[in-house]
């Protein structure tokens, strides 16, 4: 979104990466904001702007997001990306529908007034890692299932200590194995910063429907059992550097998702379309009834 002006120079680092990065499958590109506390009806109105354009003239699509426990005023845009090539392909066709919208000059203004509104930013890219997630959606129906469902999602971000990579990677793979052998666990994503981090991190997300649906699940330790929870107590003491977690909750608002997902809940993920859609039927109805009220009746034949 915003970012592919903003971050130009960033995005040029990214593609000077080793060829083996480039080979490693599905990518998350994120871009992470604080607004101004006094800015934030500017920078959804600015939002707003840039999701209208994309949406109409069939731009880049993304997911945005703004925290409920966590730091505040904190609002983060995930686009899927298939490779390094699909950073500068979908944020140009993002671009252009925005100066298709506004113009040039308008384009630039919005930007400009967006930064406006900040108080900081930054741009992660992220690595998919469905080797390590939990029953994870293996095509795209069962993907936009799990997002045009989702309300809510936590994310921790796990900071792996030098040297303890594989250690990290291989209890997660044990955790996922248990995991999917027990009927009442849900899907958990990973993901792994390859550009725009500090060390190796990993991103460890879970979503809801609702926060009920963070109630009543099955603990760690009731998944993998007393030996399996105590080895991960051990690892994880060893590996791990850090942890940082935060709840978000989704914006429709400021998102442009595909059309697979917002076909999944169209009245969360566009409520102003389906409100409009429906208040033109009783419109057209009204006017069509109307005109037949004042055409003139037709003439009896004379006996």
């Known amino acids: 979104m915003f970012k592919r002006a903003i971050w130009a120079f960033a995005i040029a680092v990214c593609l000077a990466?080793?060829?083996?990065?480039?080979?490693?499958?599905?990518?998350?590109?994120?871009?992470?904001?604080?607004?101004?506390?006094?800015?934030?009806?500017?920078?959804?109105?600015?939002?707003?702007?840039?999701?209208?354009?994309?949406?109409?003239?069939n731009g880049d699509h993304w997911l945005a997001s703004e925290t409920m426990y966590g730091e505040g005023n904190v609002f983060v845009f995930t686009s899927p990306r298939q490779d390094y090539a699909d950073i500068d392909k979908l944020s140009e066709t993002g671009m252009q529908a925005v100066n298709k919208a506004f113009g040039k000059e308008a384009t630039e203004k919005i930007l400009r007034d967006w930064e406006s509104c900040l108080v900081w930013s930054r741009t992660e890219l992220r690595r998919r890692r469905p080797d390590l997630s939990r029953k994870a959606p293996t095509d795209m129906d069962s993907y936009a299932k799990l997002i045009g469902e989702s309300r809510v999602l936590r994310t921790t971000?796990?900071?792996?200590?030098?040297?303890?990579?594989?250690?990290?990677?291989?209890?997660?793979?044990?955790?996922?194995?248990?995991?999917?052998?027990?009927?009442?666990?849900?899907?958990?994503?990973?993901?792994?910063?390859?550009?725009?981090?500090?060390?190796?991190?990993?991103?460890?997300?879970?979503?809801?429907?609702?926060?009920?649906?963070?109630?009543?699940?099955?603990?760690?330790?009731?998944?993998?059992?007393?030996?399996?929870?105590?080895?991960?107590?051990?690892?994880?003491?060893?590996?791990?550097?850090?942890?940082?977690?935060?709840?978000?909750?989704?914006?429709?608002?400021?998102?442009?998702?595909?059309?697979?997902?917002?076909?999944?809940?169209?009245?969360?993920w566009h409520p102003k379309a389906i409100m409009a859609a429906a208040a033109s039927k009783p419109k057209a109805a009204t006017a069509e009834s109307t005109a037949l009220k004042l055409k003139p009746a037709a003439e009896k034949p004379k006996q």
């Open 157 to 268: 971000a796990v900071h792996v200590r030098p040297g303890h990579i594989a250690d990290f990677e291989a209890l997660l793979k044990e955790a996922k194995e248990a995991g999917e052998k027990a009927a009442n666990t849900q899907p958990v994503l990973v993901a792994q910063v390859v550009e725009g981090g500090k060390g190796t991190t990993f991103y460890v997300t879970v979503l809801r429907s609702s926060l009920g649906g963070f109630d009543k699940n099955p603990t760690l330790r009731e998944i993998l059992g007393e030996e399996g929870f105590k080895k991960y107590l051990q690892v994880n003491a060893e590996a791990v550097e850090g942890t940082e977690s935060a709840l978000f909750r989704f914006s429709p608002e400021l998102s442009n998702p595909a059309d697979e997902i917002v076909n999944v809940a169209a009245d969360f």
């Open 17 to 57: 990466a080793p060829v083996t990065v480039h080979a490693q499958g599905n990518y998350l590109d994120v871009y992470i904001v604080k607004v101004k506390p006094e800015k934030l009806a500017d920078f959804q109105a600015l939002g707003k702007k840039w999701v209208d354009a994309n949406r109409r003239f």
